[in-house]
């Protein structure tokens, strides 16, 4: 009996991405039983009452491991995103974004490899907000000072300790499990002392606390402020290991280190929560490109690889991340956002992972 895992295929290019996805599991032999299910606008369209159906939240929860494609968040406001409905069903509270520069078609790639681990659940993208001109909006406004009370709109920035040492245990221990020797806190505490300021000093708290034997020891703590931590991934990717920071921070560096390093469509992803684990690329649902086997699948499939070593697999993942990096290194069937010259398909471009993959078996 292999591993029972839930598939999401997801709206958008989603179904392409995981058809590809899936073909290069196949290929190196994965034993893996899906249990499909659906967010979002396809769930709605399958007679669902609810973007995050109790079939799906209940089907990650038994199988723990969820390979997800992106989901599309409703244009006109319909309906609340799918995604941070099903992190806060399945409590998800970290999520990492694995960025590593490889050569494309013969070309030289920087020296980058960082992890970028994201606290989840807080921070400004919590949804926490206060409309303009409300009585909490003009009671926040004034009791911080604000000069313009009366018609400012307040989005809420929270960090509470709890939640920042769970995360920075999580960090501290993946990297040591990962042979990662260093965490970077990202963070502005120079001007945010009650948030970032906090955020950084419960890391260093975590970190002051550890056994020198213990499952997170050699992994060296140190920070830098978000701003320098940009140029910085810019001129000399090699300076950072892992970097743990907050939502909105997490957001911009992991998109940043994305593009230095090729592009959003090579970028896998992991979120993790104690009932599951969820897997799936950092780019969108890119509605535009839906339905023309266009779109690069090399970020799903990358996050198929993350799941194969979540699951004890290491073996196949590494094939699997090999594969994806021969593909890109010989260039020949690379899909229109990486392609020097004639595209391929997403189809044709997990074709040959696939082929790789299962050839280095
Ligand atoms: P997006 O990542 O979907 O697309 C931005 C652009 O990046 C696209 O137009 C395309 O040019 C390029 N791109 C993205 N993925 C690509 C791929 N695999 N191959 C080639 N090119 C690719 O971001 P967006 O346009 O801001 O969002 C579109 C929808 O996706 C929105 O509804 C958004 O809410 C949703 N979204 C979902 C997730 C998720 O489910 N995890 C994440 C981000 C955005």
């Not at 369209?45 to 491991?65: H, I, K, L, N, Y």
């Not at 300076?239 to 959003?264: E, H, I, N, R």
Request: overall charge negative; hydrophobic content about 45%; charged content about 20%.
């Amino acid at each position: 009996m292999g591993h029972l895992v839930t598939l999401v295929p997801g709206d958008g290019i989603g179904p392409e991405v995981t058809a590809a996805a899936l073909l290069v599991l196949d290929a190196v032999g994965a034993d893996i039983d899906w249990d499909t299910r659906h967010l979002g606008s396809s769930a709605l369209d399958r007679g669902e009452t609810s973007a995050v159906p109790a079939g799906t939240v209940e089907s990650a929860r038994r199988t723990g491991c969820v390979l997800k494609g992106p989901v599309s968040t409703s244009r006109d406001g319909g309906f609340r995103s799918p995604n941070t409905g099903l992190r806060r069903e399945l409590g998800l509270f970290v999520q990492l974004r694995p960025v590593r520069a490889v050569p494309v078609a013969g070309g030289s790639a920087p020296p980058l490899d960082v992890v970028v681990v994201r606290q989840t659940g807080e921070d400004l993208y919590a949804g926490w907000e206060l409309a303009p001109g409300s009585p909490a909006a003009v009671e926040a406004l004034r009791a911080a000072g604000a000069d313009d009370v009366s018609a400012s709109g307040v989005s809420l920035k929270a960090f509470s300790p709890a939640a920042v040492r769970r995360t920075a245990e999580f960090a501290l221990r993946w990297a040591q499990a990962h042979g990662r020797r260093r965490v970077t806190v990202v963070h502005k505490a120079t001007v945010m002392r009650e948030t970032d300021g906090l955020f950084l000093r419960v890391c260093r708290q975590v970190a002051a606390e550890r056994p020198g034997d213990g499952p997170t020891a050699g992994v060296e703590l140190d920070d830098a402020l978000v701003d320098n931590a940009c140029a910085q991934l810019v001129r000399r990717p090699a300076a950072f290991d892992v970097l743990l920071t907050g939502m909105l921070y997490g957001d911009v560096l992991s998109d940043l280190a994305a593009a230095v390093a090729g592009g959003v469509g090579l970028a896998p992803g992991a979120a993790y929560g104690p009932d599951a684990a969820v897997f799936e690329a950092a780019h969108g649902s890119a509605p535009r490109h839906a339905g023309q086997d266009r779109a690069n699948p090399m970020g799903l499939i990358r996050s198929a690889a993350l799941m194969l070593r979540h699951l004890g697999d290491g073996e196949r993942a590494a094939r699997v991340e090999s594969a994806v990096d021969a593909v890109l290194a010989e260039g020949r069937d690379l899909t229109y956002d990486l392609a020097p010259g004639t595209p391929v398909g997403t189809r044709r471009c997990a074709e040959a992972i696939a082929e790789r993959a299962a050839s280095s078996g």
